[in-house]
């Protein structure tokens, strides 16, 4: 009995602190955990089909997007180790790709610790839909200009 009230606690206590973050009222940790980005809305199964997709979405009441991808390219960032841009990829008001056009290349060093960031760099702009993003570690150069080359694309297409 102890577990399940312990687990239900738990539970409870995720939930109330992600409610919390998601509406901005919350801490961003609590008890050495820190939350990096809120949780991916849940979503439905996809359909197989488009016309399955279409059905799904018309009786869920869900808009279909008509927007086409619209790629936009950020301001060009100067870094002690070179340049870093990037494109944004957004379909309606979401991010949907995050794209490096220039990476920092001082050197060797260099270009492999941004390749390493850049990955992590990308999950996260996507998970957060924003440019509102943690640097990596070790690569901090290469994250402050690729979140400030996204902010610019972002505010390019008025996200």
Excluded: C
């Excluded at 602190?17 to 820190?34: C, D, E, K, Y």
């Excluded at 279409?54 to 870094?79: E, F, W």
């Excluded at 850049?118 to 994250?143: K, M, R, W």
Aim: charged content about 10%.
């Amino acid at each position: 009995m102890r577990r399940a009230t312990a687990l239900f606690t738990t539970g409870a206590t995720a939930v109330a602190l992600l409610t919390a973050w998601q509406s901005g009222s919350g801490p961003r940790s609590l008890g050495g955990v820190h939350v990096v980005a809120a949780p991916p809305a849940a979503t439905a199964p996809r359909p197989t089909s488009k016309r399955a997709a279409h059905k799904s979405a018309a009786a869920a009441g869900v808009p279909q997007s008509t927007s086409a991808p619209r790629h936009i390219a950020g301001a060009l960032v100067s870094t002690p180790y070179g340049n870093v841009q990037v494109s944004a990829t957004v379909v309606g008001h979401r991010l949907t790709d995050v794209r490096p056009l220039q990476l920092t290349d001082a050197g060797s060093t260099s270009v492999s610790i941004s390749a390493a960031a850049v990955p992590i760099l990308h999950q996260e702009a996507l998970t957060a839909q924003s440019a509102n993003i943690d640097a990596v570690s070790g690569a901090t150069y290469t994250s402050e200009g690729y979140k400030q080359s996204l902010q610019s694309a972002l505010d390019q297409a008025h996200l």
